[in-house]
């Protein structure tokens, strides 16, 4: 029995040390883990972000700059959580990239202790190894975010459809559109889009030119509805280089213009 306690006591210290977790403090802009200084914070204020967010960086304390994390605001935000901000926290030493979500509220203090509980440090330094698998194990994969905003430009002119598929305003491209009809199904279908190539609506419809009503989805706000894009007049006829629908959408047109979707 005496022989089985003195085999097990080194397992057993050995998985208590395994088991201990690293304790770190932020204090002043310096980070300091299980008692010894590993690194210094360095806030920068985002300018082009009216300082509403800021920029870290992140050095040994021999000077050398380690880390440089900025707010990553090109990616949407995740539905189910409104506390976080996507960061994009470059390892300069380690030359590795990871998306990480950092908090709003006290935000500096968030990330330090991302850093103060991350094991990436090693002798004062980036360890390459160790990057590799924080980032592997906390980073996130967020999806961009779509920019929906109309292109700037004179108002007060006629928007043209023209027989390369652009709108054009005041002789500038504000979008284009695509027919993506599929003729077994009787209807007509057309696919709405920023000069950018981001879609921003999708219009079903049937009549042609006479269509009272189309079914139609804004991607910006992600709504599908009827709506009314009846005209006074009744065309029997209509042959157009453009389109062989291009009355009714220049009326679809002029409803997404008015509704501030192109």
């Known amino acids: 029995m005496k022989k089985f306690i003195l085999i097990m006591l080194p397992l057993l210290m050995g998985f208590a040390l395994f088991a201990q977790k690293s304790e770190y403090t932020y204090v002043d802009g310096l980070l ?5 200084d590993v690194a210094k914070i360095t806030k920068i204020k985002d300018s082009e972000n009216l300082g509403l967010t800021s920029t870290f960086e992140v050095s040994s304390m021999d000077g050398e700059k380690l880390i440089i994390a900025a707010y990553a ?3 949407e935000q995740d539905p189910n959580n409104n506390m976080d901000h996507f960061y994009r926290i470059t390892f300069l030493t380690a030359n590795q990239i990871g998306i990480f979500t950092v908090s709003k509220m006290g935000t500096e203090k968030s990330f330090a202790k991302l850093l103060g509980k991350s094991g990436i440090f090693v002798d004062g330094k980036l360890d390459d190894k160790k990057v590799q698998e924080f980032i592997a194990k906390k980073g996130k994969a967020p999806k961009i ?6 292109v700037g430009r004179n108002k007060s002119w006629p928007i043209n459809l023209k027989e390369d598929k652009n709108i054009e305003q005041d002789s500038k491209i504000i979008g284009s559109f695509k027919d993506i009809s599929v003729k077994s199904t009787g209807n007509d279908t057309y696919e709405f889009k920023l000069p950018s190539g981001v879609t921003i609506a999708k219009a079903t419809f049937t009549g042609g030119n006479n269509a009272k009503n189309m079914e139609v989805h804004t991607m910006k706000d992600n709504l599908k509805r009827t709506v009314p894009i009846a005209s006074a007049d009744n065309v029997t006829f209509s042959a157009s280089a453009i389109d062989r629908n291009q009355l009714v959408l220049e009326r679809i047109v002029k409803w997404l213009v008015a509704n501030q979707y192109l």
């Not at 300091?32 to 010894?36: K, N």
């Open 32 to 36: 300091t883990i299980d008692g010894t």
């Open 73 to 75: 605001g090109e990616f």
């Open 145 to 150: 975010a779509m920019d929906y905003t109309p």
